[in-house]
């Protein structure tokens, strides 16, 4: 990826990570939270004062921690995320307490020298979309099972 240099806007990596309607999540090796922008403010609940400086439980479940933190690890160790998995929808923790559905996208970040220095993740609320997913698939289960009898 190229830098942004001699742009007559005068355009800064900043201004694009400010303006990112999705949540981006930078953590270091040991999973605190060290760039967090106003996209993960909106997903998540908090400022980047409340988090930045905070572990990733932050964020996570309680009951999905342990295999968070396997998974985090593993990546670590094998030099990457797995190649060509996408983003999942998985839980999360918003400010207000409340459990919601995002959508995310994990990548783990290398330095100039190619060594791993943390994770980024992307994130977008999926709450809505998938609670009518569901619903639609409840609907769809409820009709074969009418039109069987």
């Not at 990112?20 to 930078?26: Q, R, T, V």
């Not at 797995?82 to 994990?106: A, C, I, N, W």
Request: hydrophobic share 40%; aromatic share 6%; charged share 25%.
């Amino acid at each position: 990826m190229s830098k942004i240099e001699d742009n007559p806007a005068e355009v800064t990596s900043d201004d694009i990570l400010r303006c990112m309607p999705e949540a981006l999540i930078f953590a270091d090796l040991e999973g605190i939270i060290r760039l967090w922008n106003p996209g993960a403010e909106s997903v998540f609940g908090f400022t980047a004062a409340e988090s930045i400086g905070q572990s990733l439980d932050l964020i996570i479940p309680e009951r999905l921690r342990k295999a968070h933190w396997e998974g985090f690890q593993k990546a670590i160790n094998r030099g990457g995320t797995v190649p060509g998995r996408g983003s999942l929808v998985t839980r999360s923790l918003h400010k207000s307490g409340e459990q919601r559905y995002v959508d995310m996208s994990f990548a783990m970040v290398k330095n100039q020298t190619g060594e791993i220095i943390g994770s980024m993740a992307v994130a977008r609320d999926a709450t809505a979309r998938y609670l009518e997913e569901k619903n639609i698939r409840k609907q769809l289960s409820e009709l074969t099972q009418n039109s069987a009898k």
